[in-house]
């Protein structure tokens, strides 16, 4: 199958799950992760998807599509003007520009609050792959972003320190309680509960975790 027709097919079939997350404090939610799958069409591992996309030189504008498909079906579920997640691979993006004023038209079509679009960053392991993104979303400077802490990806906590992100992810509630105890660190320190685990609010809290989601 020609690459143009797999990735036309691929943004018809990919399906969207508007996770919600809680704060922590009352229990409300505070806004959405979007979980992203592409099974019906074929790649249930969604990062052959964008790796792909990577090879062919596509991934700005497939990128763009699919955050376009995704504040329509925003809009018709009632969550426009919620907080919405996207996990972006900033390593991956080469034309930040592009991928920003992209942005910046699909927030005005769709008639969204700047402040509501929090941009995970995946990657964000140096200066190489975050500066000309952080540079271009600055023009969106309403725009916030979240750092997302993966086991590929450590947290590096020089950039946290100068960079001071709106939100970090932890992968565990070890590295929550790390950032929380530094007194430099005012981000709200998010976490995923993975299917097994079972916390209340009050042990989510004490260890250093202000909002959460279940995926």
């Known amino acids: 199958m020609a690459a143009n027709n797999l990735f036309k097919i691929l943004l018809e079939?990919?399906?969207?799950?508007?996770?919600?997350?809680?704060?922590?404090?009352?229990?409300?939610?505070?806004?959405?992760?979007?979980?992203?799958?592409?099974?019906?069409?074929?790649?249930?591992?969604?990062?052959?998807?964008?790796?792909?996309?990577?090879?062919?030189?596509i991934l700005e504008f497939f990128l763009v599509k699919l955050q376009e498909r995704v504040y329509h079906a925003a809009e018709?579920?009632?969550?426009?003007?919620?907080?919405?997640?996207h996990t972006l691979r900033v390593n991956y993006i080469g034309d930040a520009?592009?991928?920003?004023?992209?942005?910046?038209?699909?927030?005005?079509?769709?008639?969204?609050?700047?402040?509501?679009?929090?941009?995970?960053?995946k990657g964000a392991c140096d200066w190489r792959n975050l500066d000309k993104f952080l540079e271009a979303v600055d023009e969106n400077d309403d725009c916030l972003i979240m750092f997302k802490e993966t086991a590929e990806f450590p947290l590096n906590p020089n950039m946290i320190h100068f960079l001071e992100p709106a939100f970090i992810e932890a992968m565990s509630l070890e590295s929550a309680k790390k950032l929380k105890a530094d007194k430099d660190v005012d981000s709200k320190i998010i976490y995923k509960i993975s299917q097994g685990e079972n916390y209340t609010n009050k042990e989510l809290l004490k260890a250093g975790v202000d909002l959460a989601y279940t995926l």
């Open 76 to 85: 018709e579920l009632g969550y426009k003007d919620c907080r919405l997640f």
């Open 13 to 57: 079939k990919a399906k969207f799950r508007f996770v919600p997350v809680y704060d922590l404090k009352d229990n409300s939610v505070y806004g959405y992760k979007i979980a992203k799958d592409f099974d019906e069409g074929g790649y249930p591992n969604k990062e052959e998807v964008y790796d792909l996309a990577y090879d062919e030189g």
């Open 97 to 121: 520009h592009y991928f920003s004023s992209a942005t910046e038209r699909l927030i005005s079509k769709f008639n969204l609050k700047k402040e509501n679009i929090i941009f995970e960053l």
